[in-house]
């Protein structure tokens, strides 16, 4: 079993900047991928980034160059960092767990954290 706890959502102009926290906790694995997706109202879910730790890192061409994940290990931390957000950014964000080397198809979810990008 793993937890998955989000924070950091809110509200934000178009052009800036918010930081979103994971904290995981549970069980450990050899072989998992961790990520995030989003959902917005009348849209699929969107896997937005995974890190596989047999693959590396993988971001959508909706947010590359503009999203990031560090992460802290030590502290079972993973984070979203967002950069020059637009109004399509706003939606709900989810920390996500995946078995195997691709976030395709996730274990376990987080509550989700909202984030809304006004123009």
């Known amino acids: 079993e793993v937890h998955l706890v989000e924070s950091g959502g809110g509200l934000v102009q178009a052009g800036g900047s918010l930081r979103l926290s994971c904290a995981a906790s549970?069980?450990?694995?050899?072989?998992?991928?961790i990520g995030w997706w989003r959902e917005a109202p009348g849209k699929e879910r969107e896997g937005v980034s995974c890190i596989s730790l047999s693959v590396g890192t993988y971001y959508a061409d909706s947010v590359k160059g503009r999203f990031t994940v560090p992460s802290d290990v030590a502290k079972n931390m993973l984070y979203l960092q967002m950069n020059s957000l637009k109004p399509e950014d706003t939606t709900v964000y989810y920390c996500i767990f995946a078995y195997g080397d691709d976030c395709i198809d996730p274990t376990f979810w987080g509550q989700g954290t909202r984030v809304t990008v006004s123009s």
């Open positions: 549970g069980s450990t694995f050899d072989d998992y991928s």
